[in-house]
């Protein structure tokens, strides 16, 4: 019961992302095929508010709803982020789906993404088996 209020956060999310038609398969095509910049805006648009909610975030010091400090740690570059980058885009353009907006898309009805779904799983779960055999 107490993760409730995170399903019904889910659950407005994804009616959102449908209403908007940011899980659209034909708007993710658009912008892969440079034909309309919708998506562009809306990715540009949380890049924008992430930027800003973080530094909200460091400069008061907020802590997470249970009092905890939230803190953020440095990255450390990897050739294999380009690599997975690029194989996360082509799957995308593929598929007309990325993880977040996959469960928006099978709650809508298209069952079909299912196997997009499985794939990512299947697809986390090799890496996560070969990660530590992958070049540094």
Known sequence: MKNLKYLLVGIIFG??????????????????????????GVIGTAVLVAMISIWLIKKFNVKT??????TFE?????????????????GWAITGACPGPLFAQIGSGFLVVGITLLSAVLGTWIYGYIQNKLPH
């Not at 009616?15 to 562009?40: C, G, P, T």
């Open 74 to 90: 440095d990255k450390k570059f990897s050739k294999g982020q380009i690599y997975g980058g690029l194989i996360f885009g082509i």
């Open 15 to 40: 009616i959102i992302f449908i209403k908007a038609e940011i899980v659209s398969w034909f708007r993710i095509q658009e912008m892969f095929r440079l034909e309309s910049y919708f998506m562009y």
């Open 65 to 70: 709803i249970s009092g905890e400090t939230i």
